[in-house]
């Protein structure tokens, strides 16, 4: 059984940081594209972030200079830093992994507000 989990969402202020993870199970991980989606309030989930196989990553010009995708090919985890948050950026924000299959996470809600 494939799962993604994630973790880290939470309240911030604008300008505060976050770091989510999510952490793969039932998928061979070191095979499959990574990569963190956000979902505003009544808008369509848009790619925030991707990492591949061999950690190339590219982000979406929104968020270049304050987001950071790595992986732990050990760890099957993604993570994404995000600094210099923005109240933009609230939203719920999902772990995404693609090889032959696409799988995703349930989501773990952003909100930045002051």
């Known amino acids: 059984q494939v799962q993604l989990v994630e973790s880290g969402g939470g309240l911030v202020e604008p300008g505060g940081s976050l770091r989510l993870s999510c952490v793969a199970s039932?998928?061979?991980?070191?095979?499959?594209?990574m990569a963190w989606y956000h979902q505003a309030s009544e808008k369509q989930r848009e790619l925030v972030a991707i990492?591949?196989?061999?950690?190339?990553?590219n982000y979406a010009d929104s968020v270049k200079g304050r987001f950071t995708i790595s992986r732990d090919n050990s760890k099957n985890t993604v993570e994404l830093q995000m600094n210099n948050l923005k109240p933009e950026d609230t939203g719920v924000y999902y772990c995404y992994a693609r090889f032959q299959n696409v799988y995703w996470g349930q989501g773990t809600q952003v909100t930045v507000s002051s």
């Open positions: 039932g998928i061979t991980f070191n095979f499959n594209y």
């Open positions: 990492i591949t196989p061999d950690k190339v990553t």
